[in-house]
């Protein structure tokens, strides 16, 4: 037996330094996040590497694993305290140094290593960090693996092993980038914006965009950590909107932003109209069924029913699986299913097949839109978007609920929702067609129209989503019947955006 961590701990005391610390909710459904130093110490995050190092040894993966970190400035000293854990645990540690989080997921493939670990809060504010972790990519924990590591490491269970190393890899970035592109040039002159908030893709999506043949509109494109203008997170409408100011100033062709580690891509059109990313998924699965026809499609259950319901989706024989929104929930459903692609209405994309590795990638993606704009030369993006069938959304909408009490919260909201229905009660005037509960509750109206609540997976919050293929005020009287249920809830705040 190891340590047990501790679960809270003082600052500026020698505990603090130097024993463990942990906030057990802090391992999430599919990776694992906590505001840092409140929630985790170092000592913590070495408890944490040689649980992950156990872990493969009682998997009986080989003890190789490859290490990446996102550009924060407190992500370097984070890694190093995970990597003396990995070692501690008798694992080789191949270092990629500071790289976007589907670098990472490449390097398994690179380097040939069962496993990765990246240092990364996503598109978290400042003052998160956290582990994005998988075993025989493409796929990343999920919950069981999560739980089983929760409980080793929790339970002080790590078993720290000889034959621990370390090297430091350099030239996976050119690796990665001849993977990405090839040779592949554009036939048709792109204007592009290219937004990162300055965070990591900061240092890799403008060259990606030059080697393509794109010219690029730069957009925050100065690696900075403290973020000066904002947040990187492109389901966020502050750097949509700052992507739509862009767009309009150039007189570029779309703007493609990507989120605080790169794993995911926004999107704003020519005209400066924010394209919500499941809509940009019916964009690209409109063009990819034509090349794959009958394939499968997988959708997250906050995007949008256009999968199931488009004319042209139906006409080139696709089907849709509505499946749980987390990464590692959608990478491993579409493995299963061996679906063409998944997309999430975060801006996580999944393209498998012939057109990807199966994981997340916003560096993919900005390459699948050049390549789709290029087989479409007299076609602009708001060409593409007026095309699909018109659906009213909000966006993603966040309001805040303690994570110690979310989803004994949320499973009381689905509870008063399915009693709702059940009792035949009408939602904005509408009849129920169905509820569907497999991540929290999608009610779904008979005209298809929809409304969901769930739990953030990364962050104290529930999350709503609504659609109408009516009008933009039976989507407001959608979102109006959820909150009210939502407001029955004391420990429910406010949200972080809203219509």
Known sequence: ?????????????????????????????YDARWKYPDEINLPGMTALGLGIGTQMKLRGLDPVIAVGNDYRDYSLTIKNALIVGLMQAGITVKDIGPCITPMCYFSSFHLDTPAVAMVTASHNPNGWTGVKMGFEMPLTHGPDEMAELKDIVMNGKGQPASGGSYEFIDGVWDAYMDDLVGDFKMTRKLKVVCATGNGTAAAYAPMLFERLGVEVVESHNTLDYTFPHYNPNPEAMEMLHDMSDSVKASGADFALGFDGDGDRCGVVDDEGEEIFADKVGVIMARDLSKIYPNSTFVADVKSTGLFASDPELIANGVKADYWKTGHSHMKRRVHELGALAGFEKSGHYFLAGDIGRGYDDGMRVAVEICKLMDRNPDMKMSDLRKALPVTYSTPTMSPYCPDTEKYDVLDRIVAKLVAKVEAGDTFAGKAVKEIVTVNGARVILENGSWGLVRASSNTPNLVVVCESSDSDAEMRAIFKEIDDVIRTEPSVGDYDQTI
């Open 1 to 29: 037996m190891t340590r047990i961590p501790e679960t809270s701990s003082t600052p500026n005391t020698w505990e603090f330094l130097r024993d463990p610390m942990i906030t057990p909710t802090g391992f999430r459904e």
